[in-house]
């Protein structure tokens, strides 16, 4: 009979265990085991069938390893338990938000997100900026924003990092910036004039909030009505990091730059 090679991958949680664990390097069948917390009577039907299916290979003294095709089957596997993982461990909030800001080739790494996080804000502080963010955000020393809704609480924070010589870059949609300029602009003057800042302007209507600092990042989508609903992503991730920052730099590269008000 016919192996199917998904089946062996994917229909067993087993299997796919004892896969990604052996990305790693060669295992001995007592080190399967003791990694994966299971018995001999639990696990080594599936390694049988993995053998069967070539994709481990049983070397001398009870080694396991990937075979050539396991290494391939097992590399385009990652990506997409990974991505399958990003949408399923918060499945309500994708299915009701609008990520079409986010452009392909970034969606197609979705999984580099990693272990982020959500944020809710707490009903009775519904309009505060959530601590956890703002404490990280005041510590960080290397700060880059896409901005595409006004609240006028971050302004006091970017003052704050401004005089700590915090090195910001900020990219504002043109409603923003619009609405800065017009009620708060001895504040977008003093940003302006501080000299480890740099603001753009973006007239995309694009509808995010997306920070990345050394430390951490953040990442806010907006609902299928284009409402702000309080909720944001965070991680710690290297990998969430670097495609937050390209993220950024996606919108900032067709931005440009405000040099005086």
């Known amino acids: 009979m016919k192996i199917s090679l998904i089946d062996l991958a994917f229909l067993s949680e087993k299997r796919k265990d004892v896969l990604l664990l052996l990305v790693e390097g060669p295992k001995t ?4 085991k003791t990694a994966l917390n299971v018995n001999s009577t639990a696990i080594m039907p599936q390694i049988k069938k993995l053998k069967e299916g070539r994709l481990i290979i049983q070397d001398e003294k ?28 918060n499945y ?9 800001a986010i452009p392909e080739h970034l969606l197609n790494r979705i999984d580099e997100l990693g272990n982020y996080f959500m944020l809710e804000a707490d009903l009775n502080r519904l309009f505060e900026i959530p601590e956890d963010f703002k404490k990280n955000l005041l510590e960080s020393k290397h700060i880059k924003i896409f ?3 006004f609240n006028p609480l971050h302004i006091e924070i970017y003052r704050e990092l401004a005089r700590k010589e915090a090195e910001i870059c900020l990219v504002l949609t043109e409603p923003v910036f619009n609405r800065m300029k017009k009620d708060y602009y001895d504040d977008l003057k003093f940003l302006m004039e501080s000299k480890n800042t740099e603001i753009y302007i973006c007239n995309k209507n694009i509808t995010l909030k997306n920070v990345v600092t050394e430390r951490f990042c953040s990442l806010v989508l907006f609902d299928n009505k284009g409402k702000y609903d309080h909720q944001r992503l965070m991680s710690f991730d290297e990998s969430a990091l670097k495609w937050c920052e ?3 730099l996606y919108y900032k590269e067709m931005s440009m730059r405000l040099d005086k008000l």
């Open 29 to 32: 069948g007592d080190e399967i």
């Open 62 to 89: 009870n080694t396991y390893r990937l075979s050539e095709m396991g290494e391939i089957v097992v590399e385009k596997m990652e990506p997409l338990l990974n991505t399958v993982r990003v949408f399923e461990e």
């Open 92 to 100: 309500e909030y994708w299915i009701n938000h609008d990520f079409t």
């Open 147 to 149: 901005l595409s809704y």
């Open 246 to 248: 390209e993220l950024f």
